[in-house]
């Protein structure tokens, strides 16, 4: 199966937050943001895999700054890992001020996708990632390290439900 380079799936995306998007103090709800997220790294899986994808987990999800009405949400997502049938996509969220061009670093990232095909929806094998730069090959090595320890860690857990009868 041919590979694909990173640069063929990563997505810019922005959204102007409005007040449906706030509440009444005018911060931006996290689950907005997280909608956005999500819809960003699913972009930049089915760019990948040009099949339907789904959200197998967020491994992780760092808020560091709020967002207001009237700002500029821009959604950074980028490929960087794939396996056989899972893939690992990291998004960066900025603001920006409009008025003030002032930006800000709002949260970021880290999700699995899985690929599927068919009525019945199976897992798909995935092609592989072609890592073009040297970011890009810092953060294929560092998305192994993650996986590593996401599934070190649902095996601890299996164990611990299995030990009470889960």
């Known amino acids: ?15 102007l937050m409005l007040p ?24 930049v899986s089915v760019r990948h895999s040009r099949t339907n994808c789904v959200t197998a987990s ?47 670093h709002v949260a970021s990232a880290y999700l699995t996708f899985v690929a599927l095909y068919g009525e019945d ?9 072609i890592a073009e730069t040297a970011d890009d090959r810092r953060r294929n090595e560092e998305a192994r390290y993650r996986k590593a320890h996401r599934l070190e860690e649902k095996k601890r857990m299996l164990a611990r439900q299995e030990k009470i009868g889960l």
């Open 58 to 104: 967020i491994d992780r999800l760092d808020f560091f700054k709020p967002m207001f009405i009237g700002e500029l949400l821009t959604l950074k997502a980028s490929l960087n890992m794939v396996g056989s049938t899972s893939m690992e996509i990291g998004v960066r969220v900025e603001g920006e001020n409009l008025l003030t061009g002032e930006k800000k």
């Open 121 to 129: 929806a199976k897992v798909k094998q995935l092609p592989p990632i």
């Open 20 to 43: 449906q998007d706030a509440n009444p103090a005018g911060n931006v709800h996290g689950g907005v943001i997280m909608k956005y997220i999500d819809n960003a790294a699913g972009v």
């Open 1 to 15: 199966m041919q590979g694909h380079p990173v640069s063929e799936s990563r997505v810019i995306l922005s959204h």
